[in-house]
């Protein structure tokens, strides 16, 4: 059921909105967006698969963002009455809608307008939540012009599911909870209306129960906040690595973490290089002991928690330093989950001189869906060309239907969203296609993440086969 609420924060009362402080002498010489307002959408579904963001203005506009849960965007765009469609694919890649706002639901974005539309509720029950304001300093935010200057404003919502009432402090980083006054105490799907603060380098938002300074539920650590730039700091749930139950991330043009935020990432690695019997993977370099140690052949490691690390990374084989066989880098986000897939072989069969190695880090998304199942599949082979994926309801045939990971080579992966049951894995190649794995009965249960690897027989020989683990994602906030 569709729900749409409005959030309307009266201009009159809100010195930081169009208040005379902020406004530059002339209107037509320091807007920097006119005719335009601005657009912002922030996903808060907590049990919906990564959503599809299509929105189309009357005036010819049309755009489509791709948004993780946790993750906004927000874009100065010509003033229309805009329609918005937002949903997922499913396993067949048909798209299902999740809601849709048309008709007398459009929206009417005029100049100056600042919409941002929260995406809430449930997947089965979602609503929206829009907060209303005007442009800060018309439109600046997204220009930052060295001549216009403006006190930073700053304002607050509560969208972590599950949570009661909370308290949100904003204060200097060294500033005891006991000394503070939150800057907001809001129920779950309150925001506040906008308020100026003086720019600085050492702000600090804590967020705890209301009521209760104790326990601190997210601590952002030090961070700036700039002159002329207006930023909303949401309260999501938290099914990252770390065990907290809420994290808070702030929205510019876009969502992003604090710079300063101390959670810790996890990573796991799949060894699918079939002719090496095991690796050793490391950080920076190979003088410190490896983050993974022996990974044998055709090995998925379990998720282990990883401090953020944005830099080297090199594998070798087990118990030496060379030969390198992947030297790359990579980013570790803080409450961020990835798998590091290790592919192909070590020498190319045709050229011995040759390694065919391939390696590639991809974020994974560990959270329960609403009746669906994440299943990634990677073409870890290195004697194979172009292999086609096919998970088929029992009694389909492969040429019933399209395949869900088509065309995957070496290297590639892609993830697709399920209905929980027993699915016939069957893989082709060719044209036309033939059968060159399968048909094998499996079941995808709820509250799991599936890896589906096609790697080379360890040796480094055909035929190829197929790892298929599940991650059970059992962390709830």
């Known amino acids: 059921m569709l729900r749409f609420l409005a959030v309307l924060l009266m201009l009159g009362g809100l010195a930081a909105c169009d208040g005379d402080k902020n406004v530059p002498p002339s209107k037509s010489t320091f807007d920097r967006t006119p005719d335009q307002g601005i657009l912002a959408v922030v996903n808060a579904i907590p049990d919906a698969p990564n959503l599809i963001v299509n929105y189309a203005g009357s005036r ?20 229309s009455t805009y329609t918005m469609e937002i949903g997922y694919f499913d396993a067949a890649g048909q798209p299902q809608t999740v809601l849709s706002l048309q008709g007398a639901d459009s929206i009417e974005l ?59 402090f904003l204060t200097a980083s060294g500033t005891a909870l006991a000394d503070a006054t939150p800057v907001a105490s809001l129920a779950f799907g309150q925001s506040t209306a906008v308020q100026a603060v003086t720019a600085g380098t050492d702000f600090r938002l804590r967020i705890t129960p209301q009521g209760d ?25 938290d099914f990252g690595p770390g065990g907290d139950r809420v994290r808070a ?32 993977v490391y950080l920076v370099d190979t003088d410190d002991p490896p983050i993974r140690a022996g990974l044998g052949v055709n090995t998925i ?16 084989p087990a118990g030496v330093t060379t030969p390198v066989l992947f030297q790359g880098q990579i980013a570790l986000a803080s409450g961020t989950s990835h798998t590091l897939l290790l592919g192909g072989l070590r020498t190319d069969p045709s050229d011995a001189t040759r390694s ?18 994440p299943v990634r599949a990677y073409h870890g ?15 389909q045939t492969f040429s019933d239907t399209t395949a869900q990971f088509p065309g995957l080579q070496l290297g590639s992966t892609s993830v697709r969203v399920f209905p929980p049951g027993e699915r016939d894995l069957v893989i082709t190649s060719g044209s036309p296609a033939a059968v060159v794995f399968g048909p094998e009965r499996i079941e995808l249960v709820p509250d799991n993440l599936y890896l589906l690897a096609i790697a080379d027989t360890a040796g480094g020989g055909t035929p190829f086969g197929v790892e298929l683990v599940a991650t059970p994602l059992t962390r709830t906030p």
Do not use: K
């Open 60 to 79: 010819g506009t049309r755009q489509s963002r791709a948004l993780a849960y946790g993750e906004g965007f927000a874009v100065a765009t010509i003033i």
């Open 110 to 168: 005029r100049e100056d307008d600042h919409f941002i539309l929260v995406l809430t509720g449930s997947l089965a029950d979602p609503e929206i939540v829009r907060i209303d304001n005007r442009e800060y300093l018309y439109g600046v935010v997204f220009q930052n012009p060295a001549d216009v200057t403006g006190d930073p404003e700053v304002h607050f919502a509560h969208f972590a599911s599950g949570e009661a009432p909370l308290d949100f």
């Open 213 to 237: 300074r104790t326990t601190v539920l997210h601590d952002s650590g030090t961070f700036p906040i700039p002159a002329a730039t207006r930023r909303l700091h949401v309260a999501f749930e």
């Open 249 to 280: 991330r702030f929205l510019a043009s876009q969502m992003a973490n604090y710079p300063a935020d101390t959670r810790p990432s996890e990573l796991r690695v799949a060894q699918l290089i079939a002719d090496v019997p095991a690796v050793d």
């Open 301 to 316: 490691s379990p998720f282990a928690e990883a401090a953020p690390f944005s830099g080297n990374v090199i594998v070798t």
């Open 356 to 373: 065919r190695v391939s390696a590639g880090l991809v974020s994974e998304d560990i959270r329960p869906l609403d009746g669906l199942i």
């Open 381 to 395: 082979s290195g004697t194979t060309g172009a292999l086609n994926v096919h998970l088929l309801e029992p009694g």
